[in-house]
């Protein structure tokens, strides 16, 4: 499959690393909105190209992967590009996930391409996660817990800011609640009962601090509803004690069964992981995959993780599938 990457930031270049890992997979192009020239990439037969550029790529690409932000980028790029490309994206602000899907699905059915929004781990495997479970366990209640981990779309929601340089956030989990969780209690818990967001900000020399910490902590959808911390540090701080991109997380379901609902039943999904980008990449480019697959049956419109078969997303034949995996 011949893939394009929209965007060269930290996701941008997980995807040209899990590209490299999966030999059914060719980047034929990067396309930025930075001077090309100043942009290098890891893959000797690449083009790096202006955006502006990319529908001359219309015919040279099978999906088109969008590594914008979720706060301003993607719900313009999405439906936008999704007109020319069978596209991807990670599409990570939940409460506007339905708004986005109908946004894209419009764009890309009416002009007969396929688009996956909201590929990743969250949205994206938790999702599968949580479906499966509640499916299972009818009888029961979900909890995610995030962290602690760099969240990219909070990060960099704040960036977008006026008067910020850099910025690092951290979603925490309450131990707290996570372990009365773990127990079986099924405690009734709030979103800022279940988590913390620490905020590290690098500020433009002259910034306002009060307005921007006050920005930041008001901010909906992203930190209006959590206990919110905001450190200003330097831009050498930042490099120096918050360079990497760790992330995980949980998602429990607890459960009963039998005849008088007797017994409890615990499901969790844990990730740990060294590099969010770079595993929200290698997410991503199977389901790349899959939507290749899908469009070669005839399926247009947006799709979601919750229509993805998972024989879509291996590169391997069904018969090592059932041999080995089943």
């Known amino acids: 499959m011949k893939i394009g990457i929209y965007g060269y930031g930290n996701l941008g270049k997980g995807v040209e690393c899990a590209i490299m890992q999966n030999p059914d997979a060719e980047l034929v192009a990067v396309f930025t909105r930075r001077d090309p020239e100043t942009v290098k990439i890891l893959t000797p037969n690449a083009k790096v190209i202006k955006a502006d550029r990319v529908l001359e790529y219309k015919d040279e690409i099978d999906v088109m992967i969008i590594c914008g932000g979720s706060a301003t980028d993607l719900p313009v790029m999405t439906p936008e590009l999704a007109k020319s490309f069978n596209v991807i994206d990670s599409f990570d602000t939940h409460a506007n996930i339905p708004t986005h899907f109908k946004n894209v699905d419009a764009s890309a059915r009416d002009n007969g391409n396929i688009a996956l929004i909201s590929a990743g781990w969250d949205p994206g495997m938790f999702s599968v996660s949580r479906l499966m479970a509640s499916a299972i366990l009818p009888y029961g209640k979900d909890y995610t817990f995030w962290g602690r981990g760099v969240s990219q779309g909070h990060s960099d929601a704040i960036r977008r800011i006026e008067g910020v340089a850099d ?61 919110t911390t905001v450190t200003f540090i330097t831009k050498e701080e930042l490099e120096r004690d918050h360079k990497g991109i760790p992330h995980g997380g949980s998602v429990i379901r607890t459960g009963v069964t039998g005849k008088d609902k007797e017994n409890k039943e615990i499901i969790e999904y844990k990730l740990t992981l060294d590099s969010n980008p770079e595993f929200t990449a290698s997410v991503i480019l199977c389901y790349a995959r899959a939507i290749c697959k899908m469009r070669s049956r005839g399926i247009t419109g947006c799709v979601t993780v919750f229509d993805v078969a998972p024989r879509d997303m291996s590169a391997l034949p069904y018969e090592e599938m059932l041999a080995h995996m089943l």
């Open 167 to 227: 910025a690092r956030q951290y979603t925490c989990p309450v131990e707290e609640a996570m372990n009365k969780v773990r127990a079986g209690e099924n405690p009734e818990l709030s979103v800022r009962q279940k988590h913390t967001r620490e905020c590290f900000v690098v500020a433009e020399e002259g910034a306002d601090l009060d307005r921007i910490e006050k920005e930041i902590v008001t901010m909906p959808n992203y930190f209006a509803d959590y206990d």
